[in-house]
């Protein structure tokens, strides 16, 4: 093997010095690439290897060491060869690990900035910037939330860094899809930060224990080590962080929002057909075909994030029959299905329903990113919350008509690229804003409605207000609007702007803002008679199956947001 690996002990008078001494050995030492120094500090140890994580684990004994916080990456990252241990995860500076998914579009300027502060010997892989950026940013004075911030690269518009130093650091932001897991030694304290980009591209699950703190992609990576912890996302746009000695210092989301994520699942219910503690997920849709041939009813107990479930049904001559999961189920559940009906006692994983037919999914707890894309048929009933993109695509055709109603609330992008369908969210816990940002963005079909009102703001991809004004500016300018209307205007948000503008502003404004998107429109009211004649059979069934009663809702006032009718369309 051409492949050694050394422990080193190294005195210095200050740690300074040796992380400047390390950063200079790596850039020599990379020159030929004879060598790397992938693991320094006081407080850090980092164990790379290239097999299944079993034989990492075997190779430094890692079960008989101890530690106060644990980072682990199961495969090479982005744009690796792979073959080699350096290139694997964690990726690490003085006292800093990470692990990281995703794929940085920003990994050019980040070395760039990097190489202008000194740093070198880059072994060619995004990942490993994300620990060198934070190490820059704390060596340069910043405390971990503002150097957190600056690397999180927030929106603008929610100015949460000054101009300065957003533009003197603009090269040291992370953009592209992208979630890291931080661990930081300060010398004192211990530090688990957990970044996402802005539209939260890749997922990542928080929780809390009486002991530990996790994070991870998945539900059942928590729940393998603490059933019963209390689980909740990362919002887009938001970071969290633990500390050692003061706990949790930024849930990664409003507080008031964590009380409504859903308890803990139930596993093992009295009585079932299956338990998918002993089959892995190529083996489970066998099972349940098996089982299928005898019974219409089947149970199935211990799913721990299993995947793909349902999707062989219909090749195996499995429908009609109603499939019943316990415990936390993978990603990608009934996706393609078309007359299966599934019943989760507990929480799903990403892209649940994906381009589903027909059938029905019912969830007692919460869903994740991606539920219901490009639904095109029957109907997904939520009992919790959702995540971010959900409903994106939708569509109808004729008589079937897909219907994804929500007991609670969602995040960023609700029905996104909508073309047909209803998205009914009943924000039934009434104590936080019922979604986020982005709400039907470029839809041309379909309906969404939100129980309470929703801030128009948060209603499709409109302008920053600053931009919005400037533009308004321009056509006093130009004579197309009176100054003495201006300040009236410019306090109203684009979508409640645009269809009082005069005709030619109109059009220059939808030139500028809705070429690419589209911008839905909304109302804030009491639904109508029709529509109530419509909704009630869905949601007494909701209501049903949910085991609540939730059709005095409806007599509520909802935001209703549908697609813009441009003039001269068709």
Known sequence: SNICSYRLGVEASSTTILKKAIMKLNTLLWIKRVGKVYSAGRSVDVYKGVGYPEDIAKLYSIHNIEGDMWLAHTRQPTN?????????????????AIVHNGDLSSFGANVEFLSSRGWGGFVGTDSEVVAMLFDQLLSEGYDVEDAVKILANPSR????????????????????????????????????????????????????????????????????????AR????????????????????????????????????????????????????????????????????????????RYIGISLPRRGVKNVRIELYGVVGNCLANLNEANYFYVYGNVGDDCGDTMHGGKVVITGDARDVLAQTLQGGKIFVGGNAGNRVGIQMREYREKRPYLVIGGRVDDYLGEYMAGGVIIILNKNNRSEPVGSYVGSGMVGGRIYIRGKVYPARIGPQPPRVEMLRFLKAMVIEGYIKSRDLEDLADQSYIDLIDKLPEEVMRYARKLYEERIGMPRYEYRELYEEEIKELLPVIEEYSRDLGRDYTELLNDKYTVITARKIAGSR
Do not use: C
Not at 84 to 93: L, Q
Not at 275 to 301: F, P, Q
């Open 157 to 228: 518009k929610h100015h949460i860094l000054d101009p300065s130093t957003d533009y003197i650091y603009r090269n040291a932001r992370l953009d592209g899809p992208f979630t890291a897991i931080i661990g930081y030694s300060s010398g004192d304290d211990l530090y688990m930060i957990v970044i996402a980009d802005r539209s939260k591209f890749r997922p990542v699950i928080l929780a809390e224990d009486q002991e530990w703190i996790y994070a991870a992609s998945e539900e059942n990576e928590v729940r393998e080590l603490s059933p019963n």
């Open 80 to 96: 690796s060869p792979g073959h080699y241990p350096y290139w694997s995860h964690p990726f690490a500076t003085f006292d800093i």
């Open 231 to 306: 689980v909740w996302t990362l919002k887009p746009g938001y970071y969290f962080i633990a500390s050692y000695k003061k706990g949790i210092i930024s849930y990664g989301r409003p507080e008031e929002e964590l009380e409504s994520f859903s308890p803990p699942p139930i596993f093992t219910p009295e009585g079932f057909d299956i338990d998918a503690r002993y089959i892995d997920y190529k083996g489970l849709d066998s099972e349940i075909a098996r089982v299928a041939s005898t019974k219409n009813i089947v149970r199935i107990a211990n799913v721990m994030g299993h």
